[in-house]
């Protein structure tokens, strides 16, 4: 299963009155309950696909340290390439689903209200989170049925 997912407003909710908690690594502290929600979620097997506008601040060693450090194991972690253009996150996801050919099913998890208007077969794999709560458990179901669902071509 490849999961495209983004940070802020997922994994570290944003809330406008409050500055999130930093960690001793620099990066803000993952939210409780969007770490056990994807801690449940992900396999071994699984690959997270950053789409953060923070994945090229990091190195994938980077990233793999700073997800074990809030909980999370993950052996296989990518991220969209640099958005140098300034792209939207659906137009940056659209390409790279343009660019590439995948074999496995996908889900995309992400508080961006523009990939509301992502291809309709793209936007049935999306869970939008609320920006100021991220990810929770009520997330769960939907994500997994989602990761049910037979893979059509893209």
């Known amino acids: 299963m490849l999961f495209f997912l983004d940070i802020d407003g997922v994994m570290v909710p944003a809330k406008s009155w409050k500055s999130p908690a930093f960690l001793n690594d620099g990066f803000p502290a993952f939210s409780n309950k969007a770490t056990n929600t994807l801690q449940h979620l992900i396999s071994e097997d699984d690959t997270i696909m950053l789409t953060t506008s923070h994945k090229s601040k990091f190195s994938i060693e980077e990233w793999i340290r700073i997800f074990k450090h809030r909980g999370i194991s993950i052996k296989k972690i990518k991220t969209l390439p640099e958005n140098t253009t300034n792209s ?19 889900v995309i998890i992400d508080d961006d209200k523009s990939l509301n208007e992502l291809p309709t077969f793209l936007k ?5 989170t609320s920006p100021s709560i991220g990810l929770t458990e009520e997330h769960f179901l939907a994500i997994k049925e989602i990761s049910t669902k037979r893979l059509h071509a893209v």
């Open 88 to 106: 939207s996150r659906k137009d940056e996801i659209a390409n790279w689903f343009h660019d590439n050919r995948i074999n496995e099913n996908f």
């Open 124 to 128: 049935a794999h999306l869970v939008q």
